[in-house]
């Protein structure tokens, strides 16, 4: 009995939270600036948050703060709620599996719904060869088992990772990561054989059209590593951390084709750009490239731990026996909470729909753009919008300003993420099922915050 009335509350809470803004205090309010003060006390100085405020329930489009502030969602965790928070299906087959059994461990006793994460990663992910695929927690782990997979394939050492490139904070992920602070600074010795190459970014790259900045990025692997030693390139088909950078028409595919050529695994790391967030299930999809290895995470699970290497069945069929695992990867809570994400994307046409919110917001973004001469760049694809600030008449970065909107934005109940190796952009990630009004409130009050902090920097 106790479970059911606990299970009908929780309902309860999630249902009823309106989809709209509201200001109960001033942000942060008095309740969320007591935790952060036991915050600072029992966490670790190292753990940051983007806003002061705590959360206390969450649903669609909308943060509710332990205040009674609701606050619009431009973040979605990091592009996690993909298919708004606490989404319905998601919640009902969490449930319906945390009543059945919580972990046995894949690699002791399977279950099927890992099985069936697998298959359907295997049809949804480009390409019509066979595929393989497996779990693991996070987008790290993931990228570091996709490294492993293509150095048993290629009995080769060397990775090609990218300027402004972003692939997490454990050591090998570490040494892929471009940006030193926060993410390495002080952290190192950092995984040997990685090497950096030139990305395409447009709006900094003068006239170098996408094949041209390939040739770049593949000539000096040539001279500087050596094809015949590379066993992966490692690229995201538009960056995250560094900047929601989408490169130039041609870049992907000239990639691709150059490892091709050159018995290099391509692997494409869609942690950020995966499951429908920028109006196709893959990035990739919209420069029709199809890479070998597929790195996803962050929306594959509504919220729940899961990441995934998915790709060709001979690669990833390498390694041998035990050679891949790990006792969580796959846990049944978050194989069940990712059935039902893609079902949702599904059911719910989110593919379409992202497609709709690049339109809305970029629209919106351009128009503001004619007036405010700092926002240099409006770029990125579906519900993966960015705008890079600099100082008028030019294209210095400009983080101070950056910084700036943001805290109006968060002061005013949106919240938001910045991202860029400079620290000056600001990055849209909205969940897919948010609407039309919460979109153009938020996007209100991100045109107030230019126009309120327009003086201290022209
Ligand atoms: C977030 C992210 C990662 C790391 O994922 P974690 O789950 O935080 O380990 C890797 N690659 C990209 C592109 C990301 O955005």
Partial sequence: MNAVTTTDSIAAST?????????????????????MAAKQTAVALGVGTTMP??????????????????LIDLGSGIA????????????????????????????VTPYESYVQVATRLNALAPGTHEKRTALFNSGAEAVENAIKIARVHTGRQAVVAFDHAYHGRTNLTMALTAKSMPYKHGFGPFAPEVYRAPLSYPYRDGDIDGTAAARRA??????????????????????????????????????AAWCR???????????????????????CEHENVVPDLLVSAKGIAGG???SAVTGRADVMDAPHVGGLGGTYGGNPLACA???????????DGLIGRARQIETLMTGRLRDLQTRQSRLGDVRGRGAMIAVEIVHPGGTDPDPD????????????????????????????????????????????IIEAAFDATAGGHA
């Fill in 401 to 444: 300003t950056t910084k700036a909107v943001a805290a109006f934005a968060h002061a005013h109940g949106v919240i938001v993420l910045t991202c860029g190796t400079h620290g000056n952009v600001l990055r849209f990630l909205p969940p897919l099922t948010i609407s039309d009004d919460l979109l153009h409130e938020a996007l209100d």
């Fill in 15 to 35: 249902t009823d939270l309106p989809q709209r803004r509201h200001l109960a205090t001033t942000i942060p309010g008095p309740r969320s600036q007591q935790l």
């Fill in 218 to 255: 593949t000539s000096l692997i040539e001279k500087q590593v050596g094809a015949d030693n590379v066993a992966a390139v490692i690229i995201e088909p538009i960056q995250g951390e560094g900047g929601f950078i989408v490169p130039a028409a041609g870049f992907l595919a000239a990639l």
């Fill in 304 to 306: 729940l731990p899961l």
């Fill in 261 to 283: 050529d050159n018995g290099v695994i391509f692997i494409a790391d869609e942690v950020q750009t995966g499951f429908a967030r920028t109006g196709a299930m893959f990035a």
């Fill in 337 to 347: 909470a990712a059935l039902a994400v893609m079902d949702t994307i599904e059911a």
């Fill in 53 to 70: 405020v705590f959360a206390a329930r969450a649903a669609g489009g909308v943060v509710e703060d332990v205040d009674g502030n609701v």
């Fill in 80 to 107: 996690v709620t993909t298919v708004g928070s606490s989404a319905p299906r998601v919640v009902d087959a969490v449930r319906d599996q945390v009543g059945r059994f919580t972990h046995t461990c894949f690699m």
